[in-house]
């Protein structure tokens, strides 16, 4: 069983910074593609970010594009989202999944395991 564990979310004032982290618990999945993902109350969660497993590609939701960047180190296990020039409606739980091979990396159909999510807040 795959665990996924986040890290960084906080609270941050509009125009801010923060950069998640996400390490696996199992080194065979380093290389499978990974994701971010947002959710709010009431609300579905939302694609955030997605990279390949080399990390040569890479997807953005148009909400966040130009202000985030994904990025991963192999060799830690670990996926990155830094994220730049927050606004008050990027609030969110952000989670990171782990892909299915084959999958979209736009939908949370796609992915396998989740991690339990860490809470960003950003105040206007």
């Known amino acids: 069983q795959v665990q996924l564990v986040e890290s960084g979310g906080g609270m941050v004032q509009a125009g801010g910074g923060l950069r998640l982290s996400c390490v696996a618990s199992e080194r065979t999945v380093s290389t499978y593609g990974k994701g971010w993902f947002r959710q709010t109350p009431g609300k579905e969660r939302e694609f955030v970010a997605g990279?390949?497993?080399?990390?040569?590609?890479?997807y953005y939701a148009d909400s966040v594009k130009g202000r985030f960047t994904i990025s991963r180190d192999n060799a830690k296990n670990t996926v990155y989202l830094q994220m730049n020039s927050l606004k008050p409606e990027d609030t969110a739980i952000y989670f990171c999944?782990?892909?299915?091979?084959?999958?979209?990396?736009?939908?949370?159909?796609?992915?396998?395991?989740w991690g339990q999510g860490t809470q960003v807040t950003v105040s206007s």
């Open positions: 990279i390949s497993g080399s990390g040569g590609s890479t």
């Open positions: 999944a782990l892909r299915r091979p084959g999958s979209s990396y736009y939908t949370a159909s796609g992915y396998d395991y």
